[in-house]
Structures are given as structure tokens and as C-alpha cells.
């Protein structure tokens, strides 16, 4: 059982496009993080969130943690190839501080 | 300041050998993590270690996995009588703390492990 549902798991869409990635959890994190990872590298944080109904935007990234703090999302305006990859987010309970739980993923792929 | 350093970046074992993967963190981090990455599994979480002490090795498999972090050099994950299932990525995060909320954690290249 995956404790961080991220979905979709692959998306392929068009340059211009707009695009949302959720990840949800029946569980309550103490924080949030988004990170991204191109093949053959580690993943690079974007952001954490923190308070329940946080909102932080980080260029064409928005990103969102739920009032309870069980979900996320990003959402991607106006998507660039240079977008594409696999894009990961990452929860911890309790304070428990090291010990990131990951979800699936989410290929993206944004083409020309 | 370079990042966290891990090496070797490809490693090819067979099966019963051991695999030694190592990692360096970022200057002045004191906090290191372990985490293994299989395919369409997504990273797992494996071992959480503090200068000489492991704080929280609950993702470690029980046999043959281990991992220290001693004071001088870096943290070593070490995996004996390797078995074909265990190839994978292995990724090696550090943080100057152990807080997440409040601190980045910074992730290496990996150690991409493949038995033959």
C-alpha cells in the first residue's frame, strides 16, 4: 500500500499546455516537498510546504498543500519541454524528521 | 561548494559478491540518509544517520544490508552476497539537520547497482 497516491503517473501533453499533478494521502504530514528528477540524477527539491492551505508559486509552478494537510498539488502553467521529467513529492509524519515517504512519481513529458 | 558526492556512479556485481557504496555529504552537513530507488517503485526510504549513529534504520532489510556514517570520511551502505533483486538506484541525501520542515535536504547522483 502506497501511503503517498500520486497521480496521474504519466502525462503527455503539448507545449502551452496546463497540466495539475496531485498527490493524496489518508494520512497527515507534517510537511511537504516537491522534488524533480531528469534520468540519471538525483531528485532537486522545488519546495516545501508546510501550514495546511499553503499555497507557494515558483515561476510557472504552483503548489498547494490541503487545509488538512493529507494532499498536495502542482499545477504547471503553460508547460516548456524544457518541464519534462519526473516529478516526485515527498511527505514526513509526526516530526519524523529524515525519514521522507515518497509517492510513485509523475512522468512528464511536454512536447514541441 | 560541492554537493553531495557519491561514488561510484555504476557499479556491476555478481551475485554473492559485497557492494560497498559511498557517500560524501555536502561540507558542514552532519545528517545523511539512504534511500533505494526501484523500478516504477519510487524512492524508499532506507537509513537515517548522524555523525556515528544511526538514528532510524526501519527501511534497512534486516540481512545483509548495513550502513555507518563514521566520524572521519564518508557514509559507507554495504550490501553482502548481493542477489540480483537488489539492483537498483541508491540515493544518498544529506542536511545540515534532521528537521525537514525547516531544512533543505540535498540528494547525490546516485549509485546506479546492477547484479550480474
Known amino acids: 500500500t502506497q501511503l503517498l497516491e500520486q497521480s496521474p503517473q504519466f502525462l503527455s501533453i503539448q507545449e502551452g499546455e496546463n497540466l495539475t499533478v496531485y498527490c493524496n494521502s489518508s494520512s497527515v504530514f507534517s510537511s511537504l516537498q516537491w522534488y524533480r528528477q531528469e534520468p540519471g540524477e538525483g531528485p532537486v527539491l522545488l519546495v516545501t510546504?508546510?501550514?495546511?492551505?499553503e499555497v507557494k508559486k515558483l515561476k510557472r509552478l504552483t503548489f498547494q498543500f490541503g487545509d488538512a494537510r493529507k494532499d498536495s498539488s502542482l499545477h504547471i502553467t503553460a508547460a516548456q519541454p524544457g518541464d519534462t521529467g519526473l516529478y516526485l513529492c515527498?511527505?514526513?509524519?509526526?516530526?519524523?524528521?529524515?525519514?521522507?515517504?515518497f509517492g510513485q512519481g509523475t512522468e512528464l513529458s511536454v512536447k514541441p | 561548494n560541492a554537493g553531495v558526492m557519491q561514488n561510484p556512479r555504476h557499479l556491476v556485481r555478481r551475485r554473492g559478491q559485497e557492494a560497498r557504496l559511498r557517500c560524501s555529504p555536502m561540507?558542514?552537513?552532519?545528517?545523511v540518509y539512504w534511500y533505494r530507488q526501484l523500478p516504477e517503485e519510487g524512492l524508499k526510504f532506507m537509513v537515517y544517520?548522524?555523525?556515528?549513529?544511526?538514528?532510524?534504520e526501519s527501511g534497512m532489510p534486516k540481512e545483509r544490508f548495513s550502513a555507518e556514517f563514521p566520524k572521519e570520511g564518508p557514509s559507507i551502505l554495504r550490501i553482502q552476497q548481493v542477489v540480483r533483486g537488489d539492483s537498483a538506484a541508491y540515493f544518498c541525501?544529506?542536511?545540515?539537520?534532521?528537521?525537514?520542515?525547516?531544512?533543505?535536504?540535498?540528494f547525490g547522483q546516485g549509485t546506479r547497482l546492477t547484479v550480474v
Open positions: 510546504v508546510v501550514t495546511g492551505g
Open positions: 544517520l548522524q555523525k556515528e549513529n544511526i538514528i532510524d
Open positions: 515527498a511527505g514526513v509524519r509526526n516530526n519524523q524528521g529524515g525519514k521522507l515517504i
Open positions: 541525501a544529506s542536511s545540515p539537520t534532521g528537521q525537514w520542515m525547516n531544512t533543505e535536504a540535498f
Open positions: 561540507k558542514g552537513h552532519s545528517h
